[in-house]
């Protein structure tokens, strides 16, 4: 999620600079006549005090922060994020259909749904979460290119203005929003929206900075929930959320925690989980390719050649977190092992300092003593940037700049402040940092993220939403274009040969680790949890999968 994974669904070791405590509202247990019932989940992330505001769009709210949004308001289609190529299941919509080519959708509106204020939900409604979408550029996070939105009975048809093929799960799992309480907002990106309706089956009970309450609703299309309440506690750090999970007070959580056995697992071996399953997107230090020599494809090649990705998942990771890229593609594996192309199957990445050497001597470059020089003479330096809560990657950072001394490199960490990182990567006023791209059903979104000149924007221009490292490469946008835009399978495969290539070639972006949808959860209270046998869902509680686990689970002993 860390999500966006849109920059970000949910972002590992997300820390705020604050002196609040934040604390647990503690038992998950509450008193009935009949005696002692589980009816609370505690939820827990470690983003600081938050501030009230329940817009699901904004992935800076607090609904998107903690995840509750995915509790409130409903997808059409429900995507398993860990196996995006399956069938979707219906959800507020029982049908739909793609025809030319992925440029028309029609869907069947599910009957019998309605919102949280008692009010019916219409295709009229699903047709006006599109168009709001399409009105609004700030909430077409996804930059959709919508061409015509309708509604009738029950049906609601789109059109597209090219080929949706790579968007068809973003476009199925779009979330429905009320009519008569959206078309009222004056600024909808903006608005803070107070008192969230959805058809969801919890509604708000009560906000504070530190702790946001949902009820369960009085009657749902679908069963209604065993968990009666959910509490989303938000902890100052990943130490504070950690000794929560340790204790009990917090039941699940998205958060790096160093030592996880020892902190966490061993604490309750019984009841403690966790269960981190890798999908289609990748974490790697991103190069500003508009810094010399930085724009040299050669010096990045060597780079990669000498970065150990073992260390990195071992230490910075610690062996569970974020798990090794293999592929010199940067295509994750197993996952993406069907779209690797035949020259580069069997080709993984190996720590090879030789071989970054002779790089480095047939582009130009010469090693005097432990300096590189650069092939106009200048020491090569670096500086290596993420921001000081971010545990693992900060420990990433260090096995890096160790890794680039090896030829010459000479870097600095920079331990930033979260608000003014985001910003320096937004305008492009950094030499390289870990970063990660977005996911999807196939490669394509790893690539996109990476190299689309669509995205491109200049060296202090902000608004950026991916191709952080200002990467300038018309044949990769051409074969991103291809890729989207194919008729066929055997069209796509070509387009995509063709990025693995330039990805291999060019390295834009030095893979590490393939992204994650995990989660630690405790079984003590609740049970039915996705896991390695049961792979239903991830276990992320701010994806919005979290709401299909919260529907499955049931009382221990029960």
Not at 421 to 434: E, L, R, S, V
Not at 510 to 528: E, F
């Amino acid at each position: 999620m860390r999500a966006r994974r849109s920059v970000a669904l949910a972002l590992t070791g997300v820390l705020a600079a604050v002196t609040l405590a934040a604390c647990s509202n503690g038992d998950a247990k509450k008193d009935t006549a009949a005696g002692s019932a589980t009816t609370v989940l505690n939820v827990g992330m470690p983003n600081g005090p938050q501030t009230e505001n329940h817009n699901p769009f904004l992935g800076s709210s607090a609904g998107a922060s903690l995840g509750y949004r995915w509790m409130i308001y409903e997808p059409l289609v429900m995507i398993n994020g860990i196996k995006p190529t399956d069938k979707g299941k219906p959800w507020l919509a029982t049908e739909w259909a793609w025809s030319d080519n992925f440029t028309k959708l029609s869907l069947t509106i599910r009957d019998g749904v309605k919102f949280s204020d008692g009010s019916p939900m219409t295709a009229d409604d699903v047709a006006y979460s599109f168009q709001l979408r399409k009105d609004n550029e700030g909430l077409n996070t996804d930059a959709i290119p919508y061409g015509a939105i309708t509604a009738s009975g029950n049906k609601v048809d789109l059109t597209f203005t090219r080929s949706q093929f790579t968007n068809q799960n973003k476009i199925l799992t779009v979330f429905v929003v009320p009519k008569a309480q959206w078309s009222a907002f004056k600024d909808p990106s903006t608005e803070a929206v107070k008192n969230p309706i959805g058809t969801g089956p919890y509604k708000l009970k009560s906000f504070t900075p530190q702790t946001t309450t949902l009820e369960i609703r009085d009657a749902y299309w679908q069963d209604l929930p065993k968990i009666k309440e959910l509490r989303y506690t938000s902890y100052n750090d990943n130490n504070a959320q950690s000794t929560a999970l340790a204790n009990g007070s917090s039941e699940w959580s998205f958060v790096f925690v160093p030592n996880v056995k020892t902190v966490y697992v061993d604490k309750d071996p019984d009841h403690h989980k966790l269960w981190f399953p890798a999908n289609l997107g990748i974490h790697g230090l991103w190069i500003n390719t508009t810094k010399k020599p930085f724009d040299n494809p050669a010096l990045r090649r060597a780079m990669d050649k000498v970065i150990n990705r073992d260390d990195i998942f071992q230490q910075g990771e610690a062996g569970y977190f974020y798990p090794k890229v293999e592929s010199v593609t940067g295509i994750p594996t197993p996952a993406g092992e069907s779209f690797i192309a035949p020259e580069f199957k069997d080709k993984v990445h190996k720590v090879d300092v030789d071989g970054a050497k002779a790089e480095l001597s047939g582009a130009g470059f010469k090693l005097e003593g432990d300096t590189l020089k650069d092939p106009t003479g200048k020491p090569v330096t670096i500086t290596l940037t993420d921001p000081a809560g971010w545990s693992d990657y900060q420990t990433d950072l260090e096995i890096i700049k160790d890794n680039l001394s090896s030829i010459g490199i000479k870097a600095t960490i920079d331990k930033a402040n979260q608000d003014a990182w985001f910003k320096n990567i937004d305008t492009g006023n950094f030499d390289a940092a870990m970063h990660w791209t977005n996911g999807g059903a196939t490669p394509f979104d790893i690539y996109q993220n990476i190299m689309d000149g669509k995205i491109l924007k200049p060296i202090g221009k902000a608004g950026v939403s991916g191709n952080y490292g200002r990467f300038n490469s018309p044949d990769a946008t051409k074969a991103l274009d291809a890729y989207a835009n194919a008729a066929d399978e055997a069209s796509r495969t070509t387009a995509l040969n063709t990025l693995q290539k330039i990805m291999v070639e060019q390295m834009p972006v030095i893979p590490t680790s393939a992204s994650n949808v995990g989660g630690l959860y405790s079984t003590k209270h609740w049970v039915g949890w996705p896991d390695e046998s049961n792979q239903y869902a991830p276990a992320q509680p701010t994806q919005q999968n979290a709401l299909q686990i919260v529907l499955n689970l049931k009382p221990a002993g029960a």
